[in-house]
Each structure stands twice: as structure tokens, then as C-alpha cells.
């Protein structure tokens, strides 16, 4: 072999050897660092307080039980606006997504339900969509400062006539019983009556059970409207 062959081929396997050791030497790169977004801090930071209310819905609905009727009103007096409290039967406490039975009236509350469903569903199968979603109800349920608690004792059903095109309007009564959260101490107490509004007009055209259903709406609209007022103390009773 010529010496100038001989010389590159020992040239070429100390420069492999070399680059070799280079390879070998560099460090590994970094481990890419996960950072979760805000909406799912602030969702796992709002979640367990919600679910801390939901869980004293039962201990309210066993207040509510053992409380007497309401004979004499004890209202609060000071103003409390509509943002801060909300409306619901003292059946959905037990059960915030529950429907109403026959000779019932819908006294649920939307929000407290999406509050429920969000806590009630694992994190990972959520769009962050749905997530960031989420958290608007979450802060709405715990800006709650009272939950007003609706027991009826006597509903009357609107009764619609479609031959002559008119109806009775419904009536529901009973008490009230307001409860400070987070302690669900009652606060409060109340005795109502009330009747279907007079927003509710006849439509030509529109069937029986679709009248029927509306009615029954216009009843809870209108109680919860009666309640808003009276919390505003913008009426002294609500009673008829």
C-alpha cells in the first residue's frame, strides 16, 4: 500500500473515532415541560368548592323537611339583588336534575344542574370548549349568597280551553325558606300565592299539550318573578 493511501485511510478512522465520542458526549435534550392552561387551573381550583355546596343540598332538604309552615313572615331586610341567590323546589335538593311528576310544577334551577353535570364528569373526555364553559357556571353557582328554598302546598294547574279559547289560570301557594350559603343556616322566611301572569295570550293555531306546557312555565316565571321583587323590596308580600 502507498504511504499517502495508508495515511488518509488512518486519517478517516481517527476522525469516525472522533465524531463518535462527539456523538456520544452530547447531552440529551431537554424533556419537553407540560404547563396546563388556565382554564383547567381555574377549573380544578373552582370544582371541589362547588362540590362542596352540592354536598350540603342534602343537609338543607332535611332542614327544609323538619321546618313548620311558615305562619309568620321573618323576611331579610336588607336588598338582595338577583345574582346573588337562586330559586328552587324543596324536591330538587335532593336531586338538582330531577323532572317534575304529574300535579307538579318545574322548580329547578339551570345553572345549579350545569354546575352539578360539570363536577359530576371526568376532566380528561372535555373539550377545552366545554372546560372553559364549565368555569363561567362555577363562578356563577359560588356567587351565590342565599339559595331560596320553594316548598308548595297547594298547586291548582291553568286549565286550558281550546273550544272556547281561553284558560283558568293556575295558582300555586305555600312557604319560603331562605338559606345563607355556605352554612345553610335559614335566614329567612316567607309565605306566597300567586297566580299565572298576565303576559300569558292566546295564539290561534297552537295544540293543547304545547298550551298546556306553557302555562305551567308561566306559573313558575311568575312565582320567581314575584320572589325577585320581594327580595328587591319592591313589594311587601307576595301574596295576592
Not at 335532593?94 to 345549579?112: A, Q, S
Amino acid at each position: 500500500m502507498k504511504p499517502r493511501l495508508h495515511s488518509m485511510l488512518w486519517l478517516g478512522v481517527l476522525l469516525g473515532a472522533l465524531l463518535a465520542c462527539k456523538k456520544k458526549s452530547e447531552p440529551d435534550p431537554a424533556p419537553t415541560v407540560y404547563t396546563e392552561p388556565e382554564h383547567v387551573k381555574r377549573f380544578k381550583e373552582l370544582a371541589p368548592k362547588v362540590k362542596a355546596l352540592l354536598d350540603k343540598l342534602p343537609e338543607m332538604s332535611q332542614k327544609a323537611k323538619s321546618e313548620p309552615a311558615v305562619k309568620s313572615e321573618k323576611p331579610l331586610t336588607v336588598k338582595l339583588e338577583k345574582t346573588k341567590f337562586i330559586t328552587i323546589g324543596d324536591k330538587w335538593l335532593l336531586d338538582v336534575h330531577r323532572d317534575p311528576t304529574d300535579g307538579e310544577i318545574d322548580l329547578d334551577d339551570t345553572k345549579l344542574s350545569l354546575c352539578a353535570y360539570a363536577v359530576e364528569k371526568n376532566l380528561k373526555g372535555k373539550s377545552d370548549s366545554d372546560i372553559k364553559s364549565d368555569v363561567g357556571y362555577l363562578e356563577d353557582c359560588l356567587a351565590w349568597e342565599y339559595i331560596a328554598v320553594v316548598r308548595p302546598k297547594k298547586i291548582t294547574m291553568p286549565k286550558v280551553m281550546m273550544a272556547s279559547k281561553t284558560f283558568e289560570p293556575g295558582e300555586v301557594q305555600g312557604d319560603l325558606l331562605l338559606f345563607a350559603m355556605p352554612a345553610g343556616e335559614i335566614k329567612a322566611r316567607y309565605r306566597f300565592r300567586t297566580t299565572n301572569s298576565d303576559e300569558l295570550k292566546w295564539f290561534e293555531g297552537k295544540p293543547e299539550k304545547e298550551w298546556s306546557d306553557e302555562s305551567k312555565r308561566d306559573l313558575v316565571e311568575n312565582l320567581k318573578g314575584v320572589i325577585e321583587e320581594r327580595f328587591a323590596l319592591e313589594r311587601d308580600s307576595m301574596g295576592k
